[in-house]
Nanobody, 124 residues
Framework: QVQLVESGGGLVQAGGSLRLSCAAS????????MGWFRRTPGKEREFVAT????????GYLNSVKGRFTISRDNARNTVYLQMRNLKPEDTAVYYC?????????????????WGQGTQVTVSS
């Protein structure tokens, strides 16, 4: 079981930037597809971005394309989410997650281990 710890959340004004990090324990990080999800109160967890094991295949939620960038460093067992031009509607708790599938669906069911989440708040 991989343990995940997110960091980098905070309060930022609209138009600002944040970089989230997700550090994974264990030696098998590079064998997982990684994903970022987010959840706002009263809503289900929403897919944000995913990156393949080698980083050569990436997918994004349409509303974050061009603003968010997912990347990973397998040597550091870390996945990142660079967020730019943040909007109030990006406010949520952000989670990273692992998937053993090569090309998982962009939904919770295809992802296994989850971090505890990091709060991102964007003020208008």
């Amino acid at each position: 079981q991989v343990q995940l710890v997110e960091s980098g959340g905070g309060l930022v004004q609209a138009g600002g930037s944040l970089r989230l990090s997700c550090a994974a324990s264990g030696r098998t990080f590079s064998s997982y597809t990684m994903g970022w999800f987010r959840r706002t109160p009263g809503k289900e967890r929403e897919f944000v971005a995913t990156i393949s094991r080698s980083g050569d295949s990436i997918g994004y939620l349409n509303s974050v394309k061009g603003r968010f960038t997912i990347s990973r460093d397998n040597a550091r067992n870390t996945v990142y989410l660079q967020m730019r031009n943040l909007k109030p509607e990006d406010t949520a708790v952000y989670y990273c997650a692992t998937s053993p599938k090569l090309y998982p669906k962009h939904e919770e069911a295809d992802f296994g281990s989850w971090g505890q989440g990091t709060q991102v708040t964007v003020s208008s």
